[in-house]
């Protein structure tokens, strides 16, 4: 019976042979396609992927860990794709992309503009709690905001906030209830004045607020449940 032959400590291994080994591993993907794997699973996911979730996406095709050895590190690779990285995001590269995305549109971006971008964009969120509001990220980065969006921006972040604690979207009591045990969120007649030209204004913050949790990826049924 032939002996094994016993594992050998990490201190032990031939920095050459590892080298040799590490490039046929690179040889096995051009750069092109470990860029259009990033790319198509975030498609999938709607968003861009952390290592996990690339890991653990069937459709990927190749480990997290090829993509670092071509690129050095995750977020270098998720970059190159065109895909911005969830984590560590600076307030200097969050206010580039903001000037970025505003040069590409001509025009202010809306939290629109960047809920359509989901996966090559910061989200409306991280800007919120990076910078206390869009509005605030936005003037930083030199735009002109309407106090009347900033307003409206600030109602549907809280109204999300608080559909996702109810389990449901919020009734014009519910939001009287929620403000008594939080001052800092809208009146309710404030929110009700954003609409007031419109005949149904509540059923139309409802209907936004509807869409803000789709976009971020939750299941809001017809009775406005919220899977």
Do not use: C
């Not at 259009?36 to 480990?63: I, N, Q, V, Y």
Request: net charge positive; charged share 30%.
């Amino acid at each position: 019976m032939v002996a094994r032959k016993p594992y050998r400590a990490v201190s032990e291994i031939d920095p050459q042979a590892l080298a040799a080994f590490q490039a046929g591993i690179r040889r096995r993907y051009a750069d092109d396609q470990i860029l259009e794997a990033l790319r198509a699973s975030a498609g999938r996911l709607g968003r861009s992927p952390t290592m996990k979730e690339f890991a653990a996406d069937p459709g990927a095709g190749m480990h997290p860990q090829t993509v670092i050895e071509h690129f050095g590190t995750w977020n270098a690779a998720k970059r190159a794709a065109g895909l911005m990285p969830r984590r560590f995001a600076t307030r200097e590269e969050l206010i580039g992309e903001l000037r970025r995305l505003g040069d590409e549109l001509g025009h202010t971006p809306t939290a629109h503009d960047i809920r359509e971008r989901r996966g090559t964009m910061p989200s409306t969120s991280l800007y919120w709690h990076t910078f206390g509001s869009l509005a605030t990220a936005l003037r930083e980065a030199g735009f002109d905001v309407v106090v009347g969006e900033e307003r409206l921006e600030r109602a549907l972040v809280q109204g999300a906030q608080l559909a996702r604690t109810l389990g449901r979207l919020p009734k014009f009591g519910d939001w009287q209830q929620a403000r008594r045990v939080d001052p800092s969120l809208l009146t309710e007649w404030q929110v009700y004045r954003l609409f007031e030209a419109r005949r149904g204004a509540w059923a139309s913050f409802q209907f936004l607020i509807r869409e803000r949790l789709l976009d971020e990826g939750a299941k809001v049924a017809e009775d406005g449940s919220i899977g």
